[in-house]
């Protein structure tokens, strides 16, 4: 894997050391954190680069794989980033609002997503050209409320692996990532609950620097995987593989035929 993890010096100088105010903090979080500086927990940042290289490992991993990747950050500060990283690593996002059921409500989902294609697809061909001022107008708030929620799951079908910036504000997320088997990699501040959290990356969650240093990091690791995926050589099947498919297809419409001719036999007998 060919990707530069920042080095402490870095990882100071935007600020990724900043913990919660320690009367926030969940004493679960204790073993990531160095001291306190002025009521505010100070975050070893030793354990933060060790973290951050094994994210790193495992997503590059996963990404030379062909795995499909969510990167999930909706407040404020990291809305910006997780949609520019995450389309810079040709990944999947959710940026602006998780809707309850994103992953496990998935045939209403398709729904909403179909609904968009549709509407864009009208709006291109003119068909909405004979409508008035106002109807158009609504068909394009409709348009531009349904890209703020889906616009970053549209060619989502079996993800493997969540990106998340504050577990503990994208806990809908989290929880049903964990219900489906997702594996989840996190920046977490020290107000976390680090349970259910395979790959934690202790950090500023709030600090724009901070999260951007993480996630462009992480986005860097999925590029470098889906740069090897797609250079890797497709395999090409052997003569004996390609006989063997030959007879199992043959097979398979041998059984069809049986079965068309019994039906007939059946039904003449009737």
Known sequence: MSVKVPTIKELFSAGVHYGHQSNKWNPKMQKYIHTQNLGIHIIDLTQTEEALKKACEFLYEEASNG????????????????????????????????????????????????????????????????FTKKEKSLISKEIVKLETYYSGIETLTNPKVIVVVDPKKESTAMKEAKNLGLKVVALADTNTNPEGIDYLIPGNDDAIRSIDTIISTL????????????????KIRTTEEMIEAEKKESKKEEKAEDSKTQTKSKSSKK
């Open 219 to 234: 986005a860097s690791a999925v590029i470098a995987g889906r740069t090897a995926y797609n250079d890797r050589p497709k």
């Open 67 to 130: 795995s499909q990747i969510i990167f999930v950050g909706t407040k404020k500060q990291a809305s910006d980033i997780i949609k520019l990283e995450a389309r810079r690593a040709e990944s999947n996002f959710v940026s602006d609002r998780w809707i309850g059921g994103m992953l496990t409500n998935v045939t209403t989902i398709r729904s909403n997503i179909k609904k968009l294609n549709n509407l864009r697809s009208k709006m291109t061909s003119g068909e909405f050209e004979s």
